[in-house]
């Protein structure tokens, strides 16, 4: 498995209804002219190139849909996005803290082989040997590589996202076969 396959560090509320991933969080305003700064759940992701349409979901006020105008990365976990139909700072400022999502089928076409971890979270978990490990919960990256985060009950195991463990993936049948390698489940 290839890290630059991944997508973001997803657990199972990145995907929502309807659908949605989560791409981040409006963190405020930028600017005079409705321009908004998006914290990015995985600055590593290129989900957002270029602009299409996004969704805002804030409590209490559902999910909105939005034409995405123009992208501009800030730095390396914050991009400054416009958003039609918001042109002051102050419209701007009303959405901090609102969820940025996009459809899962305007995600950027993936190559063959590759996938993103997002789908991953519900797969059923074994070993070559037939043993269940559990189910994947959520996917996070510690610096080196992703982790996969497998539950079973009580049972936590965390699951590096790296070809020597991670042997087959069948997105389809919802199940991942592990090596385990030694020390991984201990």
Known sequence: MDPANRFS?????????????????????????GALRLRLDD??????????????????????EYRLNAITRLNRTMLRIMLEGIATPEAADALRGAILAVAAEDLPALARGEFYYFETI????????????GVVEEVFSNGANDVLVVRDG?????????????RTLDLKGRQIVIEALPGLLD
């Open 43 to 64: 600055p590593d992701a290129a989900t957002l190139e270029s602009p299409g349409r996004a969704f805002l979901t804030r409590p209490g006020s559902g999910t909105r």
């Open 9 to 33: 560090t997803l657990d199972s509320s990145n995907v929502a209804h309807g659908g949605l991933v989560r791409i981040g969080y409006i963190a405020g305003a930028h600017g005079l002219k």
């Open 154 to 166: 009580a049972r936590e195991t965390l699951i590096p996202a790296i070809a020597d463990v991670v």
């Open 122 to 133: 519900g797969c059923t978990v074994t070993t070559t040997g037939g043993d269940r490990i």
